[in-house]
């Protein structure tokens, strides 16, 4: 008997619910058995099931839907092995083997009819998957002798309809494989960075902190340099004021002379710790603004019982404490021995200073006025304190000293000049 669809030969609504259903299909669902369940509730199919050959040319089928359990079980027994030695089963399993290879090799649809082990119309439907035909779809009809021409064409369109939805299912299913797996691999990467950022932070914490540190130190250290050089200038200070008092009440000329030299050595010594003092680098000064002051404060001391030009030119650069130091020292010896031996009483008394740098030297040119320095001196076996204490100076810095004798004026007014370099 003719199912109602089939007998009005009505199936444009069947095909509309199930392209409707079909189409609604997630990538949550078994699509293969849904699409099995669409074949017998819409249609009125008696079993759908999906099959191919195995290598031994065995029927394997999965995913199935039957009108009934009953009718279930036996077409399960029709094809299980038990039967082989029937032959009514074996024209249904022989019959459905040939459909299946005929479809797989051909990759088009044919339909069967059996009458043994009972009547039955079967429709095999390729289902294509990436243009090859990996699995076919069987619907099956009881009672009936023949597939009308116009129910297997809605097979056909329903089969194109499954190859879709099947195709556009795997395709969500490999697009979320990737997708996870993209997820997992940007999780994976994400902690990576978390971690690396972790541990750059934790590197940049401890990096502010020993920076802190070094700060706190350096400033710990400049305060205490900038108390030292205050101390040092206070001491200084202190041994000046007796090394001169004690020059004012001493009578011996000689004696009075060392102390008086003492006091200006110790005097250029105590200028340059208080500019290092009041600088904001207490390790390093301009030095125009030690040597300056230094002559001036040096100059004082002799221009009360004579008059004294001076005229200077000093470069504007930076240089350390040592160096510093020792150039101090220097001057004040050649200003001592200008005034000492040099300057002659009714004579014009000048001295020119000039202090310039090149590449890493520092070239202090010295000149006075008066009587010029007697040609057989020679400072390396000077028996002076003086220019003893200017040669060791010199030598600290891997420099020396160039002396030239002005010999084109009057004995007494050819005066000497000192070329000084020093390595800094």
Known sequence: MQNSYEAKENYLEPTIKAAQYLSGLTVYQNVW????????????????????????????????????????AKIDDYLLEKNRRMDSSQTLKKGIQDGLSEVLSSCFFSWKTFDKPEKLAIAFLPINIENDTQQVLLIGQ??????????????????RLINTNITRILSERELRKHRNKLEEQVNERTQLLTRANKKLQSEIDERKQAQEKVNDLLKEKSLILKESHHRIKNNMYMIYGLLFMQSEKVKNKTCKTILMDSANRIQSMMVLYDKLYRSEKHHSMKIKDYLEPLMTEILSLYTKTRSIEYVVEIDDFMVPADPLANMGIILTELITNSVKYAFVDGQPARITLNVKKENHQIIMMYENSGKSIPENFKIETSSGFGMELISMLIRQFHGNIEIVRNKDNHPLERGTRFIITLTV
């Open 142 to 159: 009881r009672n009936n002798g023949v597939m009308s021409k116009k129910l297997l064409n809605v097979y056909l369109a329903i089969s």
């Open 33 to 72: 058995a849904e699409t099995s369940k669409v074949m017998v509730n819409f249609f009125n199919s008696d079993f759908a099931f999906y099959a191919n050959l195995d290598q031994n040319g065995d029927i394997h089928r999965h995913d199935g839907a039957f009108k009934s359990e009953q009718f279930k």
